[in-house]
C-alpha cells in the first residue's frame, strides 16, 4: 500500500519524506487555501517546492470545470514537472477530461468520489487514480470503508488498473482498515500517519531494555 501525505504544508511533508515511508502527496484547493498559497505563480511555485521535496506523484488539483479549461489547466500542471498528477472532479466534463489526459499518458487522479458508480466511470475513462472521500461519508453517516470494499470488488472483478487512492482519511483505524480491504494508496494527514507509530508498549518496553542496559553497564 502506498503512503500519501494529504497536505500542502511544506514542514509536514518534509517530515514524512525524511521518515522514509512517503510515496506521494495530494493537494486541493482548500488546503492551498489553508497554507495561505493563493494567486497563480505562488500556487505554481508551491507545486514545484513540494517536487523538489518528494520523490513521488504530488496531484495538483484543476479549478476549471468545464472540458477545455480542465484540458488547458491539466496540460499545464503536467507540463511542469514528470511527478505531477492532475487532480480532476468527478464531473461529465472531467470524465471526459479523463479519458483525454489518459489517451496522451498524463497521469490523472479521479477526485470528490462517493459511489461505486462514480468508480466504475473513472476507470473505463482510464483514470490512473479514483479518490473516494471515505471521511466525508462517515461523516454523513454513510460507510466510507464500504465503499472502499465495494469498488475494491468491482475493479478485481475485470482488473481495472486505477488505483484506489482512499482520501478524507480522518484517523489511524481508516488506514488500518483500507490495508485490509486492500485499496492500493491512502492519503492521510501527518497526524494518522505518526498515530500509527505509537504503541505504549513499545514506549515501556524500550524504557525497561535502556534501564537494564544502564544498570548492568554501570
Ligand atoms: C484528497 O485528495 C482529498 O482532497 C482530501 O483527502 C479530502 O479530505 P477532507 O475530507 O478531510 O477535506
Known sequence: MKFFIDTANLDQIKEAQDLGILDGVTTNPS???KEGVSGHENIINHYLRICDIVDGDVSAEVISTDFKGIIEEGEYLASLN???VVK??????????????NDKNIKTNCTLVF??????IAAK????????????LDDISSDGLNLISEIRDIYDNYDFTTEIL???IRHTMHIIDCAKI????????LSAIKGLLN???TDSGLKKFLEDHKKSNS
Not at 459511489?115 to 466504475?120: E, K, M, R, V, W
Not at 486492500?182 to 494527514?189: E, L, M, R, Y
Open 31 to 33: 488546503l492551498m487555501a
Open 115 to 120: 459511489s461505486s458508480g462514480q468508480a466504475i
Open 82 to 84: 514528470k511527478q505531477i
Open 182 to 189: 486492500g485499496a492500493d494508496v491512502v492519503t492521510t494527514p
Open 199 to 201: 504503541h505504549p508498549l
Open 166 to 168: 482512499a482520501a478524507s
Open 125 to 136: 475513462a482510464g483514470a490512473t487514480y479514483l479518490s473516494p472521500f471515505i471521511g466525508r
Open 88 to 101: 480532476v472532479p468527478m464531473i461529465s466534463e472531467g470524465v471526459k477530461a479523463i479519458k483525454y489526459f
